[in-house]
């Protein structure tokens, strides 16, 4: 019970924070120009590489760590604190370079102001890691709808006094500052002048290969963004962000949700009877709602774009259409890894990520050779093979076959939901 009760909440936080972005964007779509969102994106290619492994996998760590919480919590600020500190410097140092690889200087200046994003959010992590272990997604959704609101509203002045990108920059930096000070205020948490190094090792040996399977998982996930970038320039990314940003802000946002509260909720079920039952209801809940959603979005996409965006966004709708495939696919399979780490097979699951990495990445270059289209039409291709292996290996794990996971898609499956839903309703 406590499970779907975190799962309804960080929904309703995440999708409110979803709806919110939407919203900003469809008045700073009209405010700004494609190639100004590019340059914001260029920074936050870098941005979510580097904050993939920025702390060392230490927040993970401190979620899934069994005993000594404040101990295990203690560590993790410590690490966070220094590490925040330390890609600051680095992002100061390479701004250059990440201007010079994107071919855009005028990325640089911005690249460098939000470099100091690092040391506000990590001074954070700790807080948001304690909240999602404690299951207290209720609390936790006033300092994620404080982001979304703060950065959309502050953007949105900025840019309709003349900023231009600028506006998107201290948009994202005001954000994130307010969803610091929430975080400290909602959890009571506090460090403490203390470093316990018995668990430094420990919690790092988790951590590495949770950083390796996040590091991955931002190649596989994000390469998109850093190949259109690269090889067709700001305008075709920034029209290429609008699109995503829409299955993103559907799609992909009861994906995350769900994969919040079930890592979380499978790392607390050890034996395999119990974690199949869960991965497979997992499954059909997802399903029913992400499956309809991507479909929806295929067939309205022009309609979409025209309302949302504009007439100057048209070019993004066969963009969206192959990224709803993509999103549809992807929430399919994105819970079997949440599976892999919550039985303590970050080594697999990392492995995994390489292989699709590998398929994907060189794809990709030949795709942005031809347009900005053919690179989320062969996204969405690729990510057909990676998630049918995925969940091949889930099955062998917790020793299921094809009809039972095929189940979770039928009618039985669906009307079960639909009782268990109208039974917690009365």
Sequence with gaps: MSTMKAAVWAFAATAGTRVITLLGLTILARLLAPAEFGLLAFALVYITYAETIGDLGTATALIYWPERRDDAAQMTFVTNAVMGLLWCAITLALAPFIAAFFESPAAMPIIRVLAFGFVIKFLGNTHDALAQKDLRFRARAIPEVGLALTKAALSIALAAAGFGAWSLVWGHLGGLTLWTI????????????AFPRDLFAPMLRYGRGIVGVNVLAAIVHHADLAIVGRMLGATALGLYQIAYKIPEATITVVMWVVSKVLFPAFAKLRGEDELRAAYLKALTYVSIVTIPMAAGLCIAAKPVVRVFFGAKWLEAVPILQWLAVYAGLRSIGTHAGDILKATGRSGLLAKLGVLKAALLLPALVLAARVDVVTVAMTLAAVTAVTVAINIGVVMH???????????????????????????RAK
């Design 397 to 423: 794990i917790l020793r299921f076959g094809i009809g039972e996971f095929l189940g979770a898609f039928g009618p039985k499956a669906i009307a079960g939901v639909f009782h268990d839903v109208l039974r």
């Design 182 to 193: 929430g975080m400290w205020i909602i959890v009571p948490w506090r460090p403490r002048v």
